[in-house]
């Protein structure tokens, strides 16, 4: 099939490659010129395992890149809008969909033949039958569900692990406006023998998502709120307190003879320093919003977001219990990427735990593997520090943010260095007792180990 895709950000390359990977024709098409340069050489423009090999089979054959949008909407049979739907003032900003579905409906207006429109940005649940139907009707004279489909086909893809996660999805959820376009959206997805399929209406396409990932939050900012309680009572770790929760048969299932296995949902309920990233902040706060709008009040996502906000607050506690204050401190802040194995900074935890610390006056350095955000403006009177050796080189704390595997080495780089800062672990991924001086989230002073088994 001959399929556009419209936004060329982690989701819309990701599910093009993979797409001109299993045989479509696919054309990328992004508003900024230097993605669209970089994907038609075959170099990516976002850091994502798998990608660059992605790359290297399908660029210049099966897929290519544009900014000529009104043309490649006009060369396929499907379009795919894959573009941002940032939160702004507590609500979704549709602006970017709303732009896109006009265009494509001028596209259409000068096209002959059926066309199926589909939205894969996460959207609130009523978008792709409100705003983007009339957008694209709007502009291009035609009626959906007669002249062209509508569909809605939400990607759960995971930064970090999108190629994989595209390849092999656990799920397809197919929404359409009518069973046309649901078989179109069908064939699309032709090579992905065996992965279960829901087809449904866009509406309730469009709440599976936010179900989803409303989900994942809640679960977060329960270990969280947990784990504030954990390090107030005394002697309890919250590592091993949730290690106790994932061994429930209800998270780990066990088949005599076979090791058991613990479902990867528990890595959810884990504490940590927060979720940050492009999808659960803004997508929890989109939903809070639209309950909001239509009178329905939402007081548990809303909490989620409140413990979520606060969480970096725990961080800081835990400075606190050795440095009272933090007057020309040198802290090193270890992760900007808000999880490993991306380069997306977007609504990092690392960011608000720096703005507090340069807040209370510390000189803080900071380092990530992959991410290098130069000039973002959380950032400002940060040094980016090129090696984790560096980082820590002189450091009096060590803030670890981001689950990195580098960071698994820390003990032995500080060994290497002959350094003995304080090292505050906000992920519970370090040994304790590899440290003179730690604390970690969830974990009062002389709690037991944190060691699994
Ligand atoms: P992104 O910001 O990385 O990419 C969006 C791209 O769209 C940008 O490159 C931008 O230049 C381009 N764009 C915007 N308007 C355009 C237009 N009119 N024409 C051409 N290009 C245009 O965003 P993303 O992270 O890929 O997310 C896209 C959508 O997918 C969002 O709704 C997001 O919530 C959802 N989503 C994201 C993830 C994720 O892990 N990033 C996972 C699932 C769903």
């Not at 936004?7 to 508003?31: I, K, P, R, T």
């Not at 010129?33 to 976002?46: D, F, L, Q, T, Y």
């Not at 007081?299 to 607050?313: D, S």
């Not at 835990?318 to 609504?347: C, M, N, W």
């Amino acid at each position: 099939m001959r399929i556009c895709i419209i936004g060329s950000g982690y989701v819309g390359l990701v599910s093009g490659a993979c797409l001109a990977d299993v045989g479509h024709d696919v054309v990328c098409v992004d508003l900024d010129p230097a993605k669209v340069e970089m994907i038609n050489s075959g170099r990516p423009p976002i850091h994502e395992r798998g990608l660059p090999e992605l790359l290297a089979r399908t660029a210049g054959r099966r897929l290519t890149a544009t900014s000529d949008l009104e043309g490649a909407v006009a060369g396929s049979d499907v379009t795919f809008i894959a573009v941002g739907t940032p939160a702004r003032d507590g609500r979704i900003d549709l602006e970017y969909v709303r732009t896109a579905a006009r265009q494509i409906g001028n596209a259409l207006r000068r096209r002959n033949g059926y066309h199926v429109v589909v939205v894969k940005s996460t959207v609130v649940p009523g978008t792709t039958d409100g705003v983007v139907r009339e957008a694209i009707e709007e502009s291009s004279g035609l009626r959906a569900g007669e002249d062209f489909g509508l569909g809605m086909n939400p990607e759960f893809l995971t930064e970090g692990r999108a190629v994989e996660d595209f390849s092999q999805p656990d799920r397809i959820v197919i929404g359409g406006i009518d069973e046309r376009t649901r078989k179109v959206i069908g064939q699309v997805y032709a090579g992905f023998e065996g992965v279960p399929r829901i087809f449904t209406n866009n509406t309730t396409a469009e709440f599976i998502k936010y179900a989803s990932n409303a989900l994942l939050a809640t679960m977060i900012s329960f270990s969280n709120e947990l784990s504030r309680l954990a390090s107030a009572v005394g002697n309890v770790d919250i590592v091993d307190v949730m290690h106790g929760v994932h061994k429930s048969a209800y998270l780990t299932t066990r088949i005599p003879g076979q090791p058991p296995v613990t479902a990867s949902i528990s890595s959810f309920l884990e504490a940590g320093c927060g979720f940050g990233g492009s999808c659960l902040p803004k997508d929890v706060t989109a939903l809070v919003g639209q309950g909001r709008d239509l009178g329905v009040k939402m007081p548990l996502l809303e909490a989620v977001l409140e413990i979520n906000r606060t969480q970096p607050e725990e961080m800081l506690a835990l400075i606190s219990r050795h440095y009272p204050q933090l007057r020309d401190v040198p802290v090193a802040v270890l992760g900007i990427a808000f999880k490993p194995d991306t380069d997306d900074v977007r609504e990092s935890p690392a960011f608000p735990l720096i703005r507090r610390l340069i807040g209370a006056g510390a000189r803080v350095t900071a380092y990530d593997p992959v991410a290098r955000p130069v000039g973002h403006e959380a950032l400002q009177g940060v040094r980016l520090a090129s090696s984790l050796a560096e980082a820590v080189a002189d450091a009096e704390i060590v803030v670890l943010v981001t689950r990195w595997e580098e960071f698994g080495g820390l003990a032995s780089v500080l060994a290497a260095l002959g350094r003995e800062p304080l090292v505050v672990d906000g992920r519970r991924v370090l040994d304790p007792h590899a440290f003179r001086r730690y604390e970690g989230i969830g974990r009062s002073g002389g709690a037991a180990s944190g060691r699994r088994t």
